[in-house]
């Protein structure tokens, strides 16, 4: 059981305008539900019982929810991150052997006990700085029996994480050993390892990199054809360097969400509000890679939902907090301060299709206490950690 009173809640409740915000309001969870939330003095009296927590007026939050994460790894690549300091691309370093390539070596030599336990530490870093459901793809083994091996180690530290994970089958690149017979890979992908997926229920999406140097739109779409037969959801990472029609293509397919959006044409803008995919905003790569900042104005204008996710990876932004993104999404990306909570609560929460963002009486236990008082403190004192204790449904 938790009692806060004396708190500023943001519900983020679909039912109330903007986020949702109570001030001077209580909050009750019993297990892993909220069974009370309102106004202090509503509070009723059987119900004020307990060790209870005064927040002094400080915000109480949704559990925030990272819907865009390659998590589980080996390996690190701080040397790139010099390469880009001094002057080179992401795609230069790409081209000469570096990039996804570069983490795959470590990755598919890791035992299974080293990867659970990388991911773990990771959920646990994650976790602290207030994200108590997170999206972690694969994508760093690309064999057909790696990535499911991938897949079998996420489950296995979701089992025994206080976070609930959600697992993403990613199809993330072309291994170089079967660059020169690239059908027969994605024949493999189609036939073998989607089905298997899905037949073992190891994850609930399939992701395709769709862009230039990754995936090209035929092959997304028998990616997500397969991705769809198998029964599993689809979601694609668009437009990061090239616009190559991936927002029009998951639009068909009725995708959750299209992520990174650099490079998106008015025309994929109308499809994805159309079909009510929610747009992943990645704020942390878009930054750190130096490219445009994708139109937020239009997508934002068409009603397309805006989330953010933290796009946790080894490569272009090893970024294991929300409120840093936050932070760029508000100033770089020109994103309200309402548009940026909603982007890692509820937003997010649509982008994964789970019961989670929100603060509801039944709903999931997952909330953040905050050292401070106003939403804007969080994006507006970036670099601090304002995270005063997570509470998650799962204990
Ligand atoms: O989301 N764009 C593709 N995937 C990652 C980068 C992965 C890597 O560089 O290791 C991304 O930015
Ligand atoms: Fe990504």
Redesign the pocket.
Known sequence: MTLIRNATVMTCDPQLPSLGLLERAAIRTEGPVITWIGKDLELPPELATGATIDAGGRLVTPGLVDCHT?AIFAGDRADEFAMRAAGATYLEIAAAGG??RA?TGPTRVASDEQLIALLHERLDTTRAAGTTSIEVKTGYDLTVAGELRLLRCIAAAAATSRSRVVPTLLA?LIPAERAADRDAYVRSLCTELIPEAGRARLATSVDV?C?EGAYTLAETRAILEAARAAGLAVRA?VG?FADLGGAELLAEFGGLSAD?LEQVSATGITALAAAGVVAVM?PG?CVQLRLPVPPVAALRAAGVRLAIGS?L?????YCESLAVPMWLATTHFAMTVEEAWLGVTRHAAAALAIDAGTLTVGGPADLVLWRCTNPADVPYRYGSDLVDQVFSSRG
């Open positions: 390659h990039g996804i983490s993330h990199y862009d990472h990061q990174h990645l790569a796009d990876n080894p490569g272009s932004s």
